[in-house]
Nanobody
Framework: QVQLVEAGGGLVQAGGSLRLSCAASIRTFGRTFSDYNVGWFRQAPGKEREFVAAITWSGGSTYYADSVKGRSTISRDNGKRTVYLQMNSLKPEDTAVYFC?????????????????????WGQGTQVTVSS
């Protein structure tokens, strides 16, 4: 079992930046944080949860939604069991609850990492609000 806790959300003006973090606690014997791929998703009011970014277990590959590509960077520190999402040039349409999620380190095509069903464990989310 993996527990995930997001932090770093808040209120920011358009054009500003935020750095979200996702800290993991691994409660399965013999497993470590490097056994999991991690993704970030977001959900705005009245909308479905959508993919934002993902990083493979080693950090060797990253994937981004077109809506955030070039403005966001996902990274991880396996020693700290933490994944980060740096978001720059924020827009009002980035306003949402941001969730991190972890799934076993199965490899796949790029679309695999953007699917919600790829991830078994989810955090509670952190609110990001971008004012215009």
């Amino acid at each position: 079992q993996v527990q995930l806790v997001e932090a770093g959300g808040g209120l920011v003006q358009a054009g500003g930046s935020l750095r979200l973090s996702c800290a993991a606690s691994i409660r399965t014997f013999g497993r470590t944080f490097s056994d999991y791929n991690v993704g970030w998703f977001r959900q705005a009011p009245g909308k479905e949860r959508e993919f934002v970014a993902a990083i493979t277990w080693s950090g060797g590959s990253t994937y981004y939604a077109d809506s955030v590509k070039g403005r966001s960077t996902i990274s991880r520190d396996n020693g700290k069991r933490t994944v980060y999402l740096q978001m720059n040039s924020l827009k009002p349409e980035d306003t949402a609850v941001y969730f991190c999620a972890a799934g076993s380190r199965t490899s796949g095509q790029s679309y695999y990492y953007s699917e919600r069903t790829t991830y078994r464990y989810w955090g509670q989310g952190t609110q990001v609000t971008v004012s215009s």
